[in-house]
T-cell receptor
Framework: AQSVTQLDSQVPVFEEAPVELRCNYS??????LFWYVQYPNQGLQLLLKYLSGSTLVKGINGFEAEFNKSQTSFHLRKPSVHISDTAEYFCAVSDPVRGGYQKVTFGTGTKLQVIP | SAVISQKPSRDICQRGTSLTIQCQVD?????MFWYRQQPGQSLTLIATANQGSEATYESGFVIDKFPISRPNLTFSTLTVSNMSPEDSSIYLCSVKDSANIQYFGAGTRLSVL
C-alpha cells in the first residue's frame, strides 16, 4: 500500500514570498499524485494532479508541483503567496487506475499561514 | 467535476444518540466514499458505497457503528451511531472520476458532548 509523508505540519510565510510544501511518497513503479486544498470550513478541492507525462504540473491559483521519481517527491510550490492562500494542503497518492478503483492515501496535511 | 452537497453542515449531538449525514451528487456515480477527518489529522476512509450492494468497510470501521445506505446512483447516507466524544470529527462524502480524481463535499462538522 502507498504511504505519503508531509514533513511540515505548519508553514508560516509572509505575503508575496515564495513557498514550498513538501511531500514524499513510498516507492512504487508508477503512481498518481495529487494536491488538495482545504479552506476553513470547506471540503477538499483539487489543486493539481500528476498522472503521466511532464513532471512539472501546473494547477489552479498559480500553484505548481514537480514529480521527482528518483526522490519519490511531489513538492508543491508557489512563487508569490497571497493572504487567500491560507489553508490546509493535502498531498495524496494512489496506484495507477487499471480497470478499477485504486485507494487514495492522503498525507497528514500542511497548514499554510500567510502573514500580512 | 461533480458537485456534492452534504447535510447537515455541522451539528452538536449528545452522547449516545445517532446522526445521519446525507450526501447528494449532481450526476450518477458508481462509487461513493465516506471519510473521517479527526481534529489535526488527515482523512481516513471509512467505507466505499456502491449502489445496490453492501458498503465495504475499512479496517477499524464496522457497519453497526457506521451504517451506510446507497439507494440510488446520486445519493448516500452515513449514520454515526451511539455517539461518543471520540466521534467528534469532520465527515466527508466523496466521489471519483475515471482518473481516480476525488471530489469532496464541504463536510459535516460533528461535535459530541
Amino acid at each position: 500500500a502507498q504511504s505519503v509523508t508531509q514533513l511540515d505540519s505548519q508553514v508560516p510565510v509572509f505575503e508575496e514570498a515564495p513557498v514550498e510544501l513538501r511531500c514524499n511518497y513510498s516507492s512504487s513503479v508508477s503512481v498518481y499524485l495529487f494536491w488538495y486544498v482545504q479552506y476553513p470550513n470547506q471540503g477538499l478541492q483539487l489543486l493539481l494532479k500528476y498522472l503521466s507525462g511532464s513532471t512539472l504540473v501546473k494547477g489552479i491559483n498559480g500553484f505548481e508541483a514537480e514529480f521527482n521519481k528518483s526522490q519519490t517527491s511531489f513538492h508543491l510550490r508557489k512563487p508569490s503567496v497571497h493572504i487567500s492562500d491560507t489553508a490546509e494542503y493535502f498531498c495524496a497518492v494512489s496506484d495507477p487506475v487499471r480497470g478499477g478503483y485504486q485507494k487514495v492515501t492522503f498525507g497528514t496535511g500542511t497548514k499554510l499561514q500567510v502573514i500580512p | 467535476s461533480a458537485v456534492i452537497s452534504q447535510k447537515p453542515s455541522r451539528d452538536i449531538c449528545q452522547r449516545g444518540t445517532s446522526l445521519t449525514i446525507q450526501c447528494q451528487v449532481d450526476s450518477q456515480v458508481t462509487m461513493m466514499f465516506w471519510y473521517r477527518q479527526q481534529p489535526g489529522q488527515s482523512l481516513t476512509l471509512i467505507a466505499t458505497a456502491n449502489q445496490g450492494s453492501e458498503a465495504t468497510y475499512e479496517s477499524g470501521f464496522v457497519i453497526d457503528k457506521f451504517p451506510i445506505s446507497r439507494p440510488n446512483l446520486t445519493f448516500s447516507t452515513l449514520t454515526v451511531s451511539n455517539m461518543s466524544p471520540e466521534d467528534s470529527s469532520i465527515y466527508l462524502c466523496s466521489v471519483k472520476d475515471s482518473a481516480n480524481i476525488q471530489y469532496f463535499g464541504a463536510g459535516t462538522r460533528l461535535s459530541v458532548l
